[in-house]
């Protein structure tokens, strides 16, 4: 034991001093051929296990901490709160923020980058133990908001999976950076992969900016709004529920103004709501009212403030129109009578056509989207962090993933992942015995102070 500990505080003051030099691991080093030092439910200190703070664990090689994160009050508090099975279980404060705030923890990780920008890369693991995708909209945090609040805190020194969809570069080259991973909830770790729907609609303004929405099948509807690229690749950046009801239609204005309509679930009636698009992407949206009967309806801009709604008879084949006027939250609606015309292309705006179908394992009904430089894009949340397989998850968890891990008694997973070149955790890795051939790149464990554990790391090239 003393032989470890004096190894870690002559690390300790290296890294303090600024004068750490890279050792195993150069420039050259693949990032999927690296062993780090890992703990396992991180945040828990010396309460579970013998792991000091996260800034000790950090001091002393550690590079892969884990938070486990509950959305319970997300609403009233505006952030995260860490924990074991409930926010504040398991928590270690001593040493580490005073409160359970997941911002603050992410910051103490962010500090220490900081100050040792030549330290390999921290992966940040949050263990999400709620489910995310029934949280409505950002202000109640959903994967939109996670995703602020990673960029938020971490700024330059974050990778984003975005950038990386298919290899991490070497270890050298992310030296001083940080990489988040979402690991726990299976429903939350899918839905911030791709995103299921019916009846997808969008409309996109002179401005590049988008707004798509659909049905859940079920009866609620949902929106989306994203920012056109030039390279015809659209950013998408809010995602939240607004109504309950099938088939919408959306139009947008070149101020960010939109009017939605739609068909009742339960009934064939037919309603609107108007809505306001904010620079941060964010709809305010008027309250939902009824304007006729009718099924499948549609509707676009044809002037300064003025619409023209077409749908479908609710007893036959004949379509029907309205002209509509926007004025501040409500839409004037006059001029009701039969028409020829077709009902407008719900799904085609300015070149951007969306869609449902299946991308590789995906469900039939992911939403996707295309233009003319893109042949097929997923309608999903930017890819800020990268998306861990587990062992028995679902095929498309596991598609494009990097990052796979197990229990590290599941030593068959854990070796067979590392053979195929993933980058593969094993948790609660707290004997040697449970040590495989090639060895964890993040062998997680409570106890990383250990003889053995430390003679393990070290003889497989540990990386600092």
């Known amino acids: 034991m003393r032989r470890a500990r004096t190894a870690a505080v002559v690390l300790s003051a290296m890294l303090v001093a600024g004068v750490f030099a890279p050792g195993v691991a150069d420039a050259d080093t693949a990032f999927a051929a690296a062993v780090f030092r890992a703990t396992h439910n991180s945040y828990s200190g010396n309460v579970d296990g013998a792991k000091g703070s996260i800034t000790y664990q950090l001091d002393h090689g550690v590079r892969f901490v884990?938070?486990?994160?509950?959305?319970?009050?997300?609403?009233?508090?505006?952030?995260?709160?860490v924990g074991h099975s409930a926010p504040g279980d398991l928590?270690?404060?001593?040493?580490?923020?005073?409160?359970?705030?997941?911002?603050?923890?992410?910051?103490?990780?962010?500090?220490w980058s900081d100050a040792h920008p030549s330290?390999?890369?921290?992966?940040?693991?949050?263990?999400?133990?709620?489910?995310?995708?029934?949280?409505?909209?950002?202000?109640?945090?959903?994967?939109?908001?996670?995703?602020?609040?990673?960029?938020?805190?971490?700024?330059?020194?974050?990778?984003?999976?975005?950038?990386?969809?298919?290899?991490?570069?070497?270890?050298?080259?992310l030296r001083g950076k940080v990489l988040t991973l979402l690991s726990g909830d299976g429903t939350t770790r899918a839905a911030y992969k791709r995103d299921v729907g019916y009846h997808p609609a969008v409309a996109v303004n002179s401005h590049g900016q988008v707004v798509e929405v659909h049905d859940n099948?079920?009866?609620?509807?949902?929106?989306?709004?994203?920012?056109?690229?030039?390279?015809?690749?659209?950013?998408?950046?809010?995602?939240?529920?607004?109504?309950?009801?099938?088939?919408?239609?959306?139009?947008?204005?070149?101020?960010?103004?939109?009017?939605?309509?739609?068909?009742?679930?339960?009934a064939t009636t037919l309603w609107y709501r108007v809505g306001q698009l904010g620079a941060d992407g964010e709809i305010t949206w008027s309250a939902s009212k009824q304007y006729d009967n009718g099924v499948q309806p549609s509707v676009a801009f044809t002037g300064a403030g003025t619409l023209r709604e077409v749908h479908r008879s609710q007893s036959g084949s004949q379509n029907w129109q309205w002209q509509g006027t926007l004025?501040?939250?409500?839409?004037?609606?006059?001029?009701?009578?039969?028409t020829s015309d077709s009902q407008y292309d719900r799904t085609t705006s300015r070149g951007v056509k969306v869609s449902t179908g299946a991308d590789g394992a995906t469900p039939a009904q992911t939403l996707r989207y295309a233009t003319a430089q893109v042949s097929g894009g997923d309608i999903r949340y930017p890819q800020t962090a990268f998306d861990e397989y587990q062992s028995g998850d679902s095929a498309e968890l596991q598609q494009g993933a990097l990052f796979y891990a197990a229990p590290a008694t599941n030593s068959s997973f854990i070796a067979s992942a590392r053979s195929?070149?993933?980058?593969?955790?094993?948790?609660?890795?707290?004997?040697?015995?449970?040590?495989?051939?090639?060895?964890?790149?993040?062998?997680?464990?409570?106890?990383p102070y250990d003889d053995w554990y430390e003679n393990l790391v070290e003889a497989n090239g540990v990386v600092q």
Request: proline share 4%; no cysteine; charged share 15%.
């Open 327 to 338: 004025n501040g939250a409500t839409v004037t609606w006059t001029g009701n009578a039969k």
């Open 66 to 81: 884990e938070f486990d994160i509950h959305d319970n009050d997300y609403g009233s508090t505006g952030d995260y709160a």
């Open 217 to 266: 099948g079920s009866g609620t509807l949902w929106y989306w709004t994203g920012t056109l690229g030039a390279d015809g690749r659209i950013s998408w950046r809010r995602h939240g529920r607004y109504d309950n009801g099938q088939t919408p239609a959306v139009a947008l204005d070149d101020n960010g103004q939109l009017v939605e309509v739609h068909q009742s679930q339960s």
């Open 420 to 447: 195929a070149g993933h980058i593969v955790r094993g948790w609660d890795f707290d004997d040697a015995s449970l040590a495989t051939d090639p060895l964890a790149n993040y062998p997680a464990t409570n106890h």
């Open 119 to 173: 330290a390999a890369p921290i992966v940040v693991m949050l263990d999400l133990k709620d489910d995310l995708t029934d949280n409505p909209s950002y202000a109640a945090g959903n994967l939109a908001a996670l995703n602020q609040e990673l960029t938020g805190v971490f700024g330059a020194n974050l990778v984003q999976a975005k950038d990386y969809p298919t290899a991490l570069p070497s270890v050298g080259t």
């Open 91 to 111: 928590v270690d404060h001593a040493g580490n923020p005073s409160s359970n705030a997941l911002r603050a923890w992410l910051t103490t990780v962010d500090t």
